[in-house]
């Protein structure tokens, strides 16, 4: 059994390393660690203390590009499309983002430079967290990318230019083009960052968004038979008002879907747990989160994120302390 929680804010050593140290003694034996722009421009050595100190203490380590060019999930702020407007992700309304295309050169080799600095740390597993194309709230209507790179590769894969209206709009075979360009374009380049990965003798573990979302990663089968996915993931929180009974069935069908392609394409599986924004009285939600997982047979756990995301006061719980507690009684009663 794999028990851990994400880990972020603290950049001093010394005080993160406390923190692991009371992780351990709690009966956790996994971490994951934020790794963003920043500490990758500003605090390498930091954080190759903090992750290195970790995993001297036995625990497993994960680490994630945390909001890295709003490409992946996180609260960090990205940079690099601020930097260079070519690396934005353009949507039909013809506007860039504040998002790097994952399509994009140069994008990728920044992602290949992060691996290279994140992997000379004792990481274990490397953690895609939630590879997306941008978008907003009320779905595709404002879908992306329509940027150069991508209506080039587009157009030569296809053989006419990309629409430019919404999906609705498109004729079926047009729409089906696009989905399938959007997804093949996320496949691509998890493939080439995970084969990466792999060369320098680290796991990868790729965590997607649940289906609700318009990621453009609808068919996981096609993430889970890449050869250098070791481990296939999915995080199924729910929003605040959402009652115990859509809890139980979004993390029972979540997991349900994550270990059947699993065990199709032979890869390990993991699991995540809100414990951020955690309403007072509703704590026993995490229990709930983590029985369903575990009934499908999921035995490597995590929460987002520490104590119930005490230090983040936007995604603070109302009652950290519980819901630290409730998530560790749930996993630690296996």
């Keep these: ?5 994400s880990y972020f804010g603290v950049r001093s050593p010394r005080l993160a390393l406390m923190d692991m140290e009371g992780i351990k003694a709690a009966g956790f034996n996994a971490v994951l660690h934020t790794w963003s ?8 050595d930091t954080m190759k203390q903090i992750v290195d100190g970790t995993a001297d203490l036995g625990l497993d380590v994960y680490v994630n590009p945390w909001g890295v060019g709003r490409v992946f999930g996180g609260e960090a702020y990205s940079e690099l499309s601020a930097r260079n407007h070519d690396l934005c992700q353009v949507a039909l309304d013809g506007k860039p983002k504040v998002a790097a295309c994952p399509n994009h050169p140069e994008f990728r080799a920044y992602m290949h430079k992060w691996i290279e600095t994140v992997c000379a740390t004792k990481v274990s597993t490397i953690f895609w967290d939630e590879p997306h194309f941008y978008f907003e709230k009320g779905g595709l209507q404002n879908w992306s990318c329509r940027c150069p790179v991508c209506r080039e590769k ?9 629409p430019a209206v919404t999906f609705d709009q498109m004729p079926p075979d047009q729409a089906r083009d696009v989905k399938r360009f959007r997804e093949e374009s996320l496949i691509d380049f998890l493939k080439e960052m995970t084969d990466d990965v792999h060369a320098r003798g680290k796991r990868n573990c790729v ?13 996981w089968s096609k993430v889970a038979r890449l050869e250098s996915v070791d481990e296939v993931a999915s995080d199924p929180y729910w929003e605040k008002g ?5 809890v139980r069935e979004k993390y029972a069908e979540t997991a349900r879907k994550l270990t059947e392609v699993a065990a199709k394409h032979g890869k390990a599986v993991q699991m995540w747990i809100k414990a951020y924004q955690i309403e007072a009285g509703r704590e026993n939600d995490l229990a709930i989160a983590v029985e369903e997982s575990r009934k499908a047979g999921i035995e490597n756990i995590f929460a987002w994120s520490y104590r119930g995301t005490e230090t983040l006061s936007w995604l603070k719980s109302d009652r950290p302390d519980e819901v630290a507690r409730v998530f560790r009684k749930a996993v630690g009663s296996i």
């Design 1 to 5: 059994m794999i028990k851990g929680v």
């Design 37 to 44: 722009e920043e500490d990758q421009q500003y605090y390498f």
């Design 154 to 162: 587009f157009h030569k894969q296809f053989g006419y230019e990309m």
């Design 207 to 219: 965590c997607m968004l649940p289906p609700w979302f318009p990621a453009g990663l609808d068919d």
């Design 242 to 246: 959402a009652s115990e009974e859509w």
